[in-house]
């Protein structure tokens, strides 16, 4: 058994009904081409791995990794690799074919990790992800809710949200001091995604909106689109971000992409706030 490490905000998923609605969720097929992240202990990879047959699972842990491949033999074709998964490319493993993805995320850096599934998002089938539970609220959350944000829109957008089941602190080893779920993301086609040029725009619209919540549009917006522009998406310039919906934020990027060169340096200028 091995002793969780806090830097990497290690907590071992152990109960057994929970891990059992969560392999009955994600419903395995042999010949899936599964992506673990964050196997830990192994609490999902090995009935994963005996329900598809094969699995990869992406594993930071040095220690982790040998006793994780003791476990699995015999079972399946288990392939480890040793990496950040921020660093690591998901579309290359498709090889051919889509991903589907499942994991324990760290609670410390669960939204990048969101964030680069969604870039890869066209060869993902679906993701299954233990999260703090604040986080899955956030995720799933509707325009006029308090923990509705940047998270819930750029999500949104790009898949449909399922927050599936709540976990206890006391389903892990050791209890965090948090509630946890586990949801479960579907890209959506592409049809039903906004136009991929107007990405830029979204993501600094959307941004910009969130940083400065309690300001209307017109003012959080202001030297990006003036009140004539928010006005022409459909949207009154006094709204505040937490009431536009994401097709809101969709229009309001249009209308800012249409701008053109008068508005893309600022937007440039501003995309990492």
Not at 63 to 76: D, F, K, M, S, V
Not at 196 to 223: C, E, H, M, Y
């Amino acid at each position: 058994m091995s002793r969780p490490k806090k830097h990497y905000g290690q907590h071992f998923l152990h109960e057994r009904g929970v891990i059992e609605r969560i392999v009955a969720a994600i419903a395995p097929r042999p010949d899936d081409r599964i992506v673990e992240i964050g196997p830990g202990e192994g609490a999902l990879t090995l009935p994963l791995l005996r329900a598809a047959g094969r699995l990869t699972a992406i594993e930071l842990d040095t220690e982790l990794i040998e006793p994780l491949r003791e476990r699995a033999a015999g079972i399946g074709e288990l392939e480890v690799i040793h990496a950040d998964v921020l660093k690591v490319d998901l579309t290359a493993l498709t090889h051919g074919g889509k991903l589907r993805l499942a994991g324990n995320l760290p609670y410390y850096v669960s939204s990048p990790i969101l964030f680069h599934c969604l870039a890869h998002a066209d060869a993902i089938i679906d993701m299954h992800f233990m999260l703090q539970k604040e986080v899955v609220d956030r995720m799933a959350a509707a325009p006029g809710s308090k923990v509705y944000g940047r998270l819930s829109v750029m999500l949104q957008l790009a898949c449909r949200v399922e927050p599936l089941l709540r976990v206890a602190p006391g389903a892990f080893r050791p209890p965090p001091k948090v509630e946890s779920a586990v949801v479960k993301l579907t890209p959506l086609p592409a049809a039903q995604q906004p136009d991929p040029s107007l990405a830029p725009a979204i993501d600094v619209v959307v941004r910009a909106a969130f940083n400065q919540r309690r300001k209307t549009l017109a003012n959080a917006l202001r030297g990006r689109l003036d009140a004539d522009a928010i006005r022409a998406a459909g949207i009154a310039p006094h709204a505040r971000a937490e009431n536009v919906s994401p097709e809101g934020f969709v229009a309001l990027a249009r209308q800012a992409h249409s701008a053109g060169l008068q508005v893309a340096p600022k937007l440039a200028d501003n995309a990492s706030q």
